[in-house]
């Protein structure tokens, strides 16, 4: 297929916008790139995606944008490497068995299954926090067999939409886990990043990614993802809670919308 120019572009821009959104609150991008995806190019009359290929696409992306993002990150003292470890290896067995099963879904499906998990997220990221961010990252603990279970099936139905569960890791690490807000947003990247890997061999295995679209946002990624990771420096940790908490809230009640409509 040959993409216009006018779609290459849209692409483009909504890849970098994503991503680095992506890197200063701590998800992979997916909450903000799947509905412009889905929605965007056919309102421009540039192109139309179908739900399978959107996360097909956004898998991928995700992929190179939280490894854009960690590397930019990787001499901070916020990278939590022994969560990373405990949680990755359960989040990409998790989101795996969820990409290539998405196979098995229809389009409706799949739109749900993102519904529910940006409603949970959403609800999550209104919890009171208080305190949270009082807590010195060397003195942060935490339930080691909790977090394992959650990163299975958040990868599980994560690995579903392409999305690789970020946006709904970010509040299960705050809410359920306690961990501090700026640690919860590099190292769910970490995370994120280790469930792309699942979740991107699962969509390619299941014949879903479209290669041009998924290079124009790769590049995008790039170029984006570490602008916002280093910014997130420098932005109260409030401010960086509510601007997830909005585009969660925000993408779940479009997403539902359409499935009620």
């Keep these: 297929m040959t ?22 609150v701590g998800i992979g991008g997916s909450i903000i790139k799947y509905p412009m995806l889905l929605y965007i190019p056919p309102l421009l009359g540039v192109g139309i995606y179908t739900a399978q290929e959107v996360s097909g696409i956004s898998a991928v992306q995700v992929f190179f944008a939280t490894f ?3 590397f930019a990150l990787r001499k901070s003292d916020v990278l939590n490497w022994p969560l990373i470890g405990l949680m990755g290896v359960s989040v990409i067995i998790g989101s795996f068995g969820g990409a290539y099963g998405s196979k098995f879904l229809s389009n409706d499906d799949i739109n749900l299954v993102y519904a529910v998990l940006a409603t949970i ?8 926090k ?16 909790l977090a394992s279970v959650s990163a299975l099936i958040v990868g599980l139905a994560s690995g579903i939409v392409g999305a690789a569960g970020a946006f709904i890791l970010v509040p299960v690490m705050l809410v359920v886990l306690k961990i501090p807000t700026r640690m919860t947003i590099a190292t769910s990247l970490a995370v994120t990043f280790i469930s792309s890997i699942g979740a991107t061999v699962g969509k390619i295995m299941a014949g879903q990614v479209l290669f041009w679209e998924s290079l124009i946002m790769v590049v995008a990624s790039i170029l ?4 916002g990771a280093r910014l997130s420096g420098k932005v109260h940790t409030k ?3 509510g601007i997830l908490a909005v585009l969660i809230l925000s993408t779940a009640i479009k ?4 499935i009620l409509g």
């Design 224 to 227: 984006a993802a570490p602008l």
């Design 239 to 241: 401010v960086l809670q």
């Design 3 to 24: 993409l216009s120019l006018a779609l290459i572009l849209t692409l483009f821009a909504i890849g970098f916008i994503g991503s680095f959104i992506s890197g200063l």
């Design 130 to 145: 208080r305190g949270l961010d009082d807590i010195p990252l060397h003195e942060v603990r935490y339930n080691k067999a």
């Design 255 to 258: 997403i539902w919308l359409d």
């Design 68 to 70: 854009s993002a960690v």
């Design 121 to 128: 997220a959403a609800v999550m990221m209104f919890v009171p």
